[in-house]
């Protein structure tokens, strides 16, 4: 199993570009997410889903989109990139919205 | 609502000393209670967490911690660090009995560094 696999690792955006984040876990997990990690703040919720086809607002959705159109992909969309969504991106999933959660290795933006 | 204090954001130890990475939480409801850590370039891992019943809870690598409801605290100990246990740690929160994955709130996180 590969887990929960995140491309691209890197990525350098200039402001109002768009880019889509990919995220695929290959565990059959119902439950995906996406978090932001800034420095000094932990990890925040961008926007989640418990199945295909069902998503929700997290904690700081303003300024991404997603979608589930399949079980095993979520990505995040960046409609205008901003240096404020500078970042590095998480996407987590779990079999539930109760178990534990696996995380994929992380994608680095620089939005200039 | 709920929040997490994970106060400081580095500590360092000597090797083979005891570790201690302090977390005190606020919420409403009864907890759910989690530490996940972080390696270099690496994703989150879920280290320990405390649902419900014992209040000491043994995780992975010789990692354990105790839920202290009257002082709001689930304090993360290992008795003797060693190099590999360099890492970022994060504790979070969860209420119950919703228990939500969309509910867990993180704290800032501490950078462990131990020295030879």
């Known amino acids: 199993n590969a887990g929960v696999t995140q491309t691209p690792k890197f990525q350098v955006l200039k402001t109002g570009q768009s880019m889509t984040l990919q995220c695929a876990q290959d565990?059959?997990?119902?439950?995906m997410s996406w978090y932001r990690q800034d420095p000094g703040m932990g990890l925040r919720l961008i926007h989640y889903?418990?199945?295909?086809?069902?998503?929700d607002q997290g904690e700081v959705p303003n300024g991404y989109n997603v979608s589930r159109s399949t079980t095993e992909d979520f990505p995040l969309r960046l409609l205008s990139a901003a240096p404020s969504q500078t970042s590095v991106y998480f996407c987590a999933s779990s079999y539930s919205s109760f178990g534990e959660l696996f995380f994929g290795e992380g994608s680095r933006l620089t939005v200039l | 609502a709920q929040s997490v204090t994970q106060l400081g954001s580095h500590v360092s130890v000597s090797e083979g000393a005891l570790v201690l990475l302090r977390c005190n939480y606020s919420s409403s409801v009864p907890p759910y209670l989690f530490w996940y850590v972080q390696y270099p370039n690496q994703g989150l891992q879920l280290l320990l967490k405390?649902?419900?019943?014992?209040?000491l809870v043994k995780g992975i690598n010789g990692f354990e911690a105790e839920f202290k409801k009257s002082e709001t605290s689930f304090h993360l100990t290992k008795p003797s660090a060693h190099m590999s246990d360099a890492a970022e740690y994060f504790c979070a929160v969860s209420p119950l009995p919703v228990g939500a994955n969309s509910k867990l709130t993180f704290g800032k996180g501490i950078t462990l560094s131990v020295r030879p």
């Open positions: 565990m059959n997990h119902e439950y």
């Open positions: 889903s418990v199945g295909a086809g069902i998503t």
């Open positions: 405390y649902t419900t019943g014992a209040t």
